[in-house]
Protein backbone atom coordinates (compact mmCIF):
# COMPACT_ATOMS: atom_id res chain seq x y z
CA UNK A 1 0.00 0.00 0.00
CA UNK A 2 1.95 3.64 -0.84
CA UNK A 3 2.46 5.51 1.99
CA UNK A 4 3.59 8.58 2.78
CA UNK A 5 6.25 9.75 0.33
CA UNK A 6 4.39 7.81 -2.73
CA UNK A 7 1.02 9.49 -1.94
CA UNK A 8 2.88 12.63 -1.87
CA UNK A 9 4.34 12.51 -5.25
CA UNK A 10 0.62 11.53 -6.62
CA UNK A 11 -0.61 15.06 -4.91
CA UNK A 12 2.47 17.14 -6.42
CA UNK A 13 1.14 15.73 -10.06
CA UNK A 14 -1.87 16.28 -9.49
CA UNK A 15 -1.64 19.75 -8.03
CA UNK A 16 -0.37 20.62 -12.19
CA UNK A 17 -2.74 19.02 -13.86
CA UNK A 18 -5.97 19.22 -12.30
CA UNK A 19 -5.93 22.41 -9.95
CA UNK A 20 -8.10 25.01 -10.78
CA UNK A 21 -9.73 22.81 -13.48
CA UNK A 22 -13.87 22.71 -13.59
CA UNK A 23 -15.34 18.87 -14.32
CA UNK A 24 -17.08 18.86 -17.30
CA UNK A 25 -18.64 15.45 -16.59
CA UNK A 26 -17.50 11.96 -14.27
CA UNK A 27 -18.05 8.33 -15.46
CA UNK A 28 -18.09 5.94 -12.66
CA UNK A 29 -17.01 2.12 -14.33
CA UNK A 30 -17.07 -0.47 -11.51
CA UNK A 31 -19.45 0.46 -8.78
CA UNK A 32 -16.99 -0.68 -6.16
CA UNK A 33 -14.59 2.28 -7.07
CA UNK A 34 -17.17 4.40 -5.06
CA UNK A 35 -18.34 2.43 -2.58
CA UNK A 36 -17.00 4.46 0.11
CA UNK A 37 -19.26 6.86 -1.35
CA UNK A 38 -22.80 6.08 0.06
CA UNK A 39 -25.39 7.94 -1.99
CA UNK A 40 -23.96 5.73 -5.44
CA UNK A 41 -22.18 6.28 -8.48
CA UNK A 42 -25.16 8.28 -10.19
CA UNK A 43 -24.98 10.80 -6.85
CA UNK A 44 -21.16 11.25 -7.40
CA UNK A 45 -20.75 12.18 -11.02
CA UNK A 46 -23.96 14.23 -10.57
CA UNK A 47 -22.47 16.20 -7.13
CA UNK A 48 -18.76 16.53 -8.83
CA UNK A 49 -20.02 17.93 -12.66
CA UNK A 50 -19.73 21.50 -12.54
CA UNK A 51 -17.90 22.10 -9.89
CA UNK A 52 -14.09 23.25 -9.92
CA UNK A 53 -11.07 20.98 -8.35
CA UNK A 54 -9.09 23.48 -5.93
CA UNK A 55 -4.85 22.49 -4.92
CA UNK A 56 -5.09 18.94 -4.20
CA UNK A 57 -3.85 18.16 -0.34
CA UNK A 58 -2.54 15.47 1.72
CA UNK A 59 -2.76 13.91 5.43
CA UNK A 60 -0.60 10.64 5.87
CA UNK A 61 -1.52 8.33 2.99
CA UNK A 62 -4.86 10.22 2.96
CA UNK A 63 -5.35 12.32 -0.61
CA UNK A 64 -8.45 14.94 -1.03
CA UNK A 65 -9.17 17.12 -3.77
CA UNK A 66 -11.52 19.74 -2.09
CA UNK A 67 -14.14 21.60 -4.25
CA UNK A 68 -13.92 25.00 -4.26
CA UNK A 69 -16.91 26.14 -4.70
CA UNK A 70 -18.87 23.51 -2.18
CA UNK A 71 -17.82 22.67 1.33
CA UNK A 72 -17.33 19.13 0.12
CA UNK A 73 -14.02 17.37 -1.13
CA UNK A 74 -13.35 14.14 -3.15
CA UNK A 75 -11.16 11.67 -1.14
CA UNK A 76 -8.94 9.53 -2.96
CA UNK A 77 -8.38 6.09 -1.25
CA UNK A 78 -5.47 4.69 -3.40
CA UNK A 79 -5.73 0.87 -1.65
CA UNK A 80 -3.14 -1.91 -2.75
CA UNK A 81 -3.53 -1.40 -6.67
CA UNK A 82 -5.43 2.48 -6.72
CA UNK A 83 -3.73 4.70 -9.55
CA UNK A 84 -4.34 8.34 -10.02
CA UNK A 85 -3.73 9.04 -13.92
CA UNK A 86 -3.42 11.74 -16.44
CA UNK A 87 -4.20 10.75 -19.82
CA UNK A 88 -4.98 12.39 -23.34
CA UNK A 89 -8.80 12.16 -24.22
CA UNK A 90 -7.69 9.65 -26.95
CA UNK A 91 -4.82 7.25 -24.89
CA UNK A 92 -6.98 3.80 -24.57
CA UNK A 93 -8.73 2.70 -21.77
CA UNK A 94 -7.00 1.40 -19.69
CA UNK A 95 -7.49 -2.45 -18.20
CA UNK A 96 -8.76 -1.99 -15.12
CA UNK A 97 -10.34 1.63 -15.54
CA UNK A 98 -12.79 2.42 -12.70
CA UNK A 99 -13.78 6.33 -12.74
CA UNK A 100 -13.24 9.10 -15.45
CA UNK A 101 -12.89 12.69 -14.78
CA UNK A 102 -13.14 15.05 -17.62
CA UNK A 103 -12.28 18.79 -17.31
CA UNK A 104 -13.43 22.11 -19.23
CA UNK A 105 -10.80 23.06 -20.95
CA UNK A 106 -9.50 27.13 -21.46
CA UNK A 107 -7.47 28.92 -23.04
CA UNK A 108 -5.85 30.46 -19.49
CA UNK A 109 -3.71 29.72 -16.64
CA UNK A 110 -3.31 26.23 -15.93
CA UNK A 111 -5.75 24.41 -17.79
CA UNK A 112 -4.18 25.55 -20.73
CA UNK A 113 -1.13 23.77 -19.56
CA UNK A 114 -3.39 20.74 -19.06
CA UNK A 115 -5.67 21.20 -21.76
CA UNK A 116 -6.48 17.57 -23.36
CA UNK A 117 -6.21 15.64 -20.34
CA UNK A 118 -8.58 14.05 -17.98
CA UNK A 119 -7.87 12.05 -14.60
CA UNK A 120 -8.28 8.41 -14.62
CA UNK A 121 -8.71 6.42 -11.20
CA UNK A 122 -7.23 2.80 -12.66
CA UNK A 123 -7.35 -0.24 -9.75
CA UNK A 124 -6.86 -3.66 -10.60
CA UNK A 125 -7.53 -5.09 -7.24
CA UNK A 126 -10.99 -2.91 -6.57
CA UNK A 127 -9.96 -2.23 -3.06
CA UNK A 128 -8.82 1.26 -3.49
CA UNK A 129 -11.72 3.82 -5.17
CA UNK A 130 -12.95 8.08 -4.39
CA UNK A 131 -16.27 9.26 -2.69
CA UNK A 132 -17.27 12.91 -1.79
CA UNK A 133 -17.24 13.74 1.53
CA UNK A 134 -18.36 17.57 3.43
CA UNK A 135 -15.31 19.16 4.62
CA UNK A 136 -14.25 19.69 8.66
CA UNK A 137 -15.88 23.20 9.81
CA UNK A 138 -13.68 26.13 9.18
CA UNK A 139 -11.05 23.86 7.17
CA UNK A 140 -8.61 25.97 5.54
CA UNK A 141 -7.55 23.09 3.12
CA UNK A 142 -10.86 21.24 3.13
CA UNK A 143 -9.72 18.39 5.22
CA UNK A 144 -12.67 15.86 4.74
CA UNK A 145 -14.37 15.23 7.78
CA UNK A 146 -14.39 11.01 7.72
CA UNK A 147 -10.55 11.76 8.07
CA UNK A 148 -10.46 14.20 10.59
CA UNK A 149 -9.52 11.62 13.59
CA UNK A 150 -6.21 11.11 11.88
CA UNK A 151 -2.91 12.34 13.20
CA UNK A 152 -0.94 14.65 11.77
CA UNK A 153 2.24 13.40 9.14
CA UNK A 154 6.01 14.05 10.36
CA UNK A 155 6.33 16.17 6.87
CA UNK A 156 3.19 18.46 8.43
CA UNK A 157 4.86 21.65 9.49
CA UNK A 158 2.45 21.50 12.30
CA UNK A 159 3.23 17.99 13.34
CA UNK A 160 3.89 18.49 17.42
CA UNK A 161 7.08 16.30 18.32
CA UNK A 162 6.60 17.07 22.06
CA UNK A 163 3.10 16.11 22.19
CA UNK A 164 4.55 12.86 19.92
CA UNK A 165 6.81 12.04 22.63
CA UNK A 166 4.53 12.21 25.21
CA UNK A 167 1.55 9.82 23.41
CA UNK A 168 4.25 7.20 22.28
CA UNK A 169 5.65 7.00 26.50
CA UNK A 170 1.57 7.08 26.97
CA UNK A 171 0.47 4.65 24.60
CA UNK A 172 2.65 1.59 26.00
CA UNK A 173 2.81 -0.57 23.20
CA UNK A 174 5.71 -1.12 20.85
CA UNK A 175 7.96 1.11 18.79
CA UNK A 176 7.02 0.15 15.36
CA UNK A 177 3.41 -0.52 16.25
CA UNK A 178 3.10 3.19 17.68
CA UNK A 179 4.73 4.25 14.25
CA UNK A 180 1.87 2.62 12.64
CA UNK A 181 -0.54 4.15 14.47
CA UNK A 182 -2.25 6.40 12.63
CA UNK A 183 -3.96 8.35 15.52
CA UNK A 184 -0.38 9.19 16.79
CA UNK A 185 1.57 9.73 13.33
CA UNK A 186 0.46 9.57 10.34
CA UNK A 187 1.80 8.40 6.71
CA UNK A 188 4.68 6.10 8.25
CA UNK A 189 3.87 2.42 6.76
CA UNK A 190 5.69 -1.16 7.03
CA UNK A 191 8.39 -0.11 4.42
CA UNK A 192 9.14 3.03 6.19
CA UNK A 193 9.52 2.18 9.82
CA UNK A 194 11.63 -0.86 9.13
CA UNK A 195 13.74 1.79 7.37
CA UNK A 196 13.83 4.63 10.14
CA UNK A 197 14.14 1.60 12.92
CA UNK A 198 17.29 0.43 11.23
CA UNK A 199 18.70 3.94 11.00
CA UNK A 200 17.80 4.63 14.68
CA UNK A 201 19.57 1.62 15.72
CA UNK A 202 15.97 0.10 17.52
CA UNK A 203 14.64 -2.80 17.32
CA UNK A 204 10.87 -3.42 15.91
CA UNK A 205 9.37 -4.68 19.49
CA UNK A 206 11.13 -1.80 21.47
CA UNK A 207 8.48 -0.58 24.41
CA UNK A 208 7.59 2.78 23.67
CA UNK A 209 7.62 3.63 27.59
CA UNK A 210 11.53 3.29 27.33
CA UNK A 211 11.89 5.88 25.07
CA UNK A 212 13.44 8.93 25.97
CA UNK A 213 12.76 12.31 24.50
CA UNK A 214 16.07 12.91 22.74
CA UNK A 215 15.68 9.11 21.24
CA UNK A 216 11.81 9.87 19.96
CA UNK A 217 14.14 13.24 18.50
CA UNK A 218 16.24 10.60 16.96
CA UNK A 219 13.84 8.45 15.31
CA UNK A 220 11.89 11.08 14.28
CA UNK A 221 14.50 12.72 12.01
CA UNK A 222 15.30 9.58 10.63
CA UNK A 223 11.50 9.46 9.45
CA UNK A 224 11.88 12.37 8.07
CA UNK A 225 14.78 11.51 6.28
CA UNK A 226 13.78 8.54 5.12
CA UNK A 227 10.50 9.81 3.56
CA UNK A 228 12.31 12.83 1.90
CA UNK A 229 15.19 10.66 0.20
CA UNK A 230 12.24 8.65 -0.85
CA UNK A 231 10.34 11.73 -2.37
CA UNK A 232 13.60 13.05 -4.13
CA UNK A 233 13.57 9.90 -6.24
CA UNK A 234 9.51 9.28 -6.61
CA UNK A 235 8.78 7.15 -3.99
CA UNK A 236 9.43 3.55 -3.55
CA UNK A 237 7.88 1.00 -6.66
CA UNK A 238 7.94 -3.00 -5.94
CA UNK A 239 6.26 -3.57 -8.94
CA UNK A 240 4.03 -1.57 -11.56
CA UNK A 241 0.94 -1.13 -9.36
CA UNK A 242 2.60 1.95 -7.54
CA UNK A 243 3.39 5.13 -10.37
CA UNK A 244 2.91 8.79 -10.39
CA UNK A 245 0.28 10.32 -12.13
CA UNK A 246 2.56 10.15 -15.51
CA UNK A 247 2.35 6.28 -15.15
CA UNK A 248 6.53 6.46 -13.69
CA UNK A 249 7.78 4.02 -11.02
CA UNK A 250 9.81 5.54 -8.23
CA UNK A 251 13.64 4.33 -7.32
CA UNK A 252 13.75 4.46 -3.61
CA UNK A 253 13.70 0.67 -3.46
CA UNK A 254 17.60 1.02 -5.12
CA UNK A 255 18.82 2.65 -1.47
CA UNK A 256 16.36 0.92 0.99
CA UNK A 257 18.67 -0.19 3.80
CA UNK A 258 16.71 -2.76 5.91
CA UNK A 259 13.18 -3.95 4.25
CA UNK A 260 13.45 -6.24 1.57
CA UNK A 261 16.79 -7.63 2.70
CA UNK A 262 16.48 -10.77 3.98
CA UNK A 263 20.06 -12.27 4.24
CA UNK A 264 22.35 -9.92 3.17
CA UNK A 265 24.58 -8.26 4.66
CA UNK A 266 23.57 -4.68 6.71
CA UNK A 267 25.35 -2.34 5.68
CA UNK A 268 26.41 -0.88 9.19
CA UNK A 269 28.14 -4.07 10.32
CA UNK A 270 27.98 -6.52 7.59
CA UNK A 271 25.30 -9.34 9.72
CA UNK A 272 23.19 -10.78 7.28
CA UNK A 273 19.97 -9.17 7.95
CA UNK A 274 16.93 -10.96 9.21
CA UNK A 275 13.33 -11.26 8.54
CA UNK A 276 10.50 -11.97 10.80
CA UNK A 277 6.30 -12.06 10.90
CA UNK A 278 4.46 -9.17 12.10
CA UNK A 279 1.12 -8.36 12.26
CA UNK A 280 0.47 -10.57 8.92
CA UNK A 281 3.67 -8.15 7.66
CA UNK A 282 7.37 -8.61 7.56
CA UNK A 283 9.75 -6.70 9.58
CA UNK A 284 13.44 -6.47 8.79
CA UNK A 285 16.07 -5.61 10.76
CA UNK A 286 19.83 -6.26 12.07
CA UNK A 287 19.91 -8.78 14.62
CA UNK A 288 23.71 -6.91 15.93
CA UNK A 289 22.65 -3.25 15.49
CA UNK A 290 18.86 -3.88 16.37
CA UNK A 291 19.23 -6.02 19.17
CA UNK A 292 15.74 -7.41 20.45
CA UNK A 293 14.61 -5.54 24.29
CA UNK A 294 15.16 -7.71 27.41
CA UNK A 295 12.12 -9.47 28.64
CA UNK A 296 11.53 -8.87 32.12
CA UNK A 297 10.91 -11.85 34.50
CA UNK A 298 7.73 -10.58 35.68
CA UNK A 299 6.71 -10.17 31.57
CA UNK A 300 7.83 -13.97 31.39
CA UNK A 301 6.51 -15.84 34.08
Not at 66 to 90: F, N, Y
Request: proline share 6%; charged share 30%.
Amino acid sequence: MPELPEVEVVRRGLARWVAHRTVAEAEVLHPRAVRRHIAGADDFTHRLKGHRIGEPHRRGKYLWLPLEDAHTSVLAHLGMSGQLLIKAHDAPDEKHLRIRIRFEDTSTGQARVAAGTELRFVDQRTFGGLSLHDTVADSPDGLPDVIAHIARDPLDPLFDDAAFHTALRAKRTTIKRALLDQSLISGVGNIYADEALWRTKLHYERPTATLTRPRTAELLGHVRDVMNEALAVGGTSFDSLYVNVNGESGYFDRSLDAYGREGEPCRRCGTPMRRRPWMNRSSYYCPRCQRPPRVSRAASS
